[in-house]
């Protein structure tokens, strides 16, 4: 095993501690009672109580099954100190960890909890062989429940009234990943190609369409994802809306079902992608919306509501789905888009 090494995603850097840590650990976790309200933990209640667990993080580097990354957030002129991830109870009899991380709270709705776990998990199970990882979280915790699940992990079983912090009583939610859990995704990667099976939102509210974007594409696309093996694209697009804009929505009906070909605009990889669209129904919850979400590459994704009448001024793929949005069928269409095949 080779314990603490540092990893990198697309805006990043996950490094071993260094004493000057105390101080933000001090300043943006000790002294903010929304970072152990629901865990009652709090190591760095005094300034010398931060320097004293870092010296300790420090000192177990010696030890290959120790895991502990301070998270920076990649920025120029200087990289900012993020948060804190670590997995701890390394149990190889029965090949479990348990991670734990914390995001500094004026840096909460960018995507790096998801991000930076994903990592962890990826560099856990694939490199250090640690079959399976576990994880935790107070029912009301919101935050990150979705950080969890758009990293991967599963809710494997809730304890009903199982934590008990600062005299309060939470219902505890327990999650699980392994190093099958990224190949649940409908995603076949081959000599030719990608082929991958997804489910699209339609959510219309106020007489504007909600859109995504990130800055490594160009275009704009609709809340979803990937369907998972053994789930019916009901039961995912319900899921994607839920992880991305942390909104149970109900569907109204079936939309379109797209057979599309073409190359992709990052990676050049030519795809073939069977898509299912859902219009979903309106909900006054759609008022406020917070992103959570990160592409597959961990970029940091935006919400957008474009007013029906200027679709045409957005690029949004697929085209052939943003051609029908003004005007929607009544009645399911069967659409063929051919752009490279």
């Known amino acids: ?76 002129p200087a990289p900012v100190f993020a948060g804190t991830i670590g997995a701890y109870d390394y149990d190889p009899q029965a090949g479990t960890a348990e991670v734990g ?114 800055e490594e594409e160009p275009y704009y696309y609709t809340v979803g994802g990937r369907v998972h093996f053994n789930e019916t694209t009901e039961e995912t697009v319900v899921r994607e809306v839920r992880e991305e804009i942390g909104v149970d929505l109900q569907i109204d009906r079936f939309l379109f079902f797209q057979e599309q070909f073409f190359d992709g605009k990052v990676t050049g990889t030519h795809i073939h992608e069977l898509g299912a669209y859902y219009l979903m129904k309106d909900s006054p919850a759609l008022e406020n919306l917070e992103c959570h979400s990160v592409t597959a590459r961990g970029v940091a994704e935006e919400l957008l509501w474009v007013p029906l009448e200027e679709i045409g001024s957005y690029y949004i793929v697929p085209e052939s789905i943003a051609a029908r949005l003004t005007s929607l069928p009544q009645h399911a269409e069967h659409i063929i888009e051919i752009d490279e095949r």
């Open 101 to 214: 991380l914390s995001v500094r709270p004026d840096l909460w709705g960018q995507g790096i909890a998801a991000e930076s776990l994903k990592a962890v998990l990826d560099y856990l199970t694939r490199e250090e062989k640690i079959p399976r990882i576990k994880a935790w979280c107070a029912a009301p915790n919101i935050g990150s429940r979705k950080a969890m699940e758009k990293a991967g992990m599963r809710l494997m079983s809730t304890e009903t009234g199982g934590l008990q912090v600062g005299g309060r009583t939470y219902d505890k939610l327990n999650f699980e990943y392994n190093n099958a859990s990224d190949s649940t995704d409908l995603t076949f990667r081959m000599k030719q190609g990608t082929f991958n099976y997804r489910v699209g939102a339609i959510i219309i509210h106020d007489g504007k369409l909600l859109l995504m974007h990130n």
């Open 1 to 76: 095993m080779k314990g603490t090494r540092e990893l990198e995603t697309a805006r990043l850097r996950l490094r071993r501690y260094r004493m000057e840590d105390a101080a933000p650990l001090h300043q943006y976790f000790g002294t903010d009672e929304k970072m152990f309200e629901y865990s009652g933990w709090n190591p760095y209640a005094t300034l010398e109580m931060a320097e004293s667990s870092v010296r300790e993080f420090i000192d177990s580097y010696e030890k290959t099954s120790f895991y502990g990354w301070a998270i920076e957030l990649k920025k120029d």
